[in-house]
Nanobody, 123 residues
């Protein structure tokens, strides 16, 4: 089992920045690819960003490319999502998730999920 706890969400004005963190415990963190997803009201959960076990390779949804950066610190068992130039359409609950091996963009491919953290961007 892997337990994931997100933090860092909040209310920010459009154009602002936030940094989300996801702390992992349980099994060896470096064995898992990590992903960030988000879900807005009345919408499906969608992929935001992913990072491989080593942190060398990342992947992003087109909607966040150039604005968001995913990173990880395996020594601290933590994955981060740096969000810049935030837009009102980024408003959602953000979740981190873990899966074995490769990055995937489909939520059902992930085995472990955090409880989510709310990000609200005002216009």
């Amino acid at each position: 089992q892997v337990q994931l706890v997100e933090s860092g969400g909040g209310l920010v004005q459009a154009g602002g920045s936030l940094r989300l963190s996801c702390a992992a415990s349980g099994r060896t963190f470096s064995n898992y690819a990590m992903g960030w997803f988000r879900q807005a009201p009345r919408k499906e959960r969608e992929f935001v960003a992913g990072i491989t076990r080593s942190g060398v390779t990342t992947d992003y949804a087109d909607s966040v490319k150039g604005r968001f950066t995913i990173s990880r610190d395996n020594a601290k068992n933590t994955v981060y999502l740096e969000m810049n130039s935030l837009k009102p359409e980024d408003t959602a609950v953000y979740y981190c998730a873990a899966r074995n091996w490769l990055i995937k963009s489909t939520p059902s491919d992930y085995n472990y999920w955090g409880q989510g953290t709310q990000v609200t961007v005002s216009s």
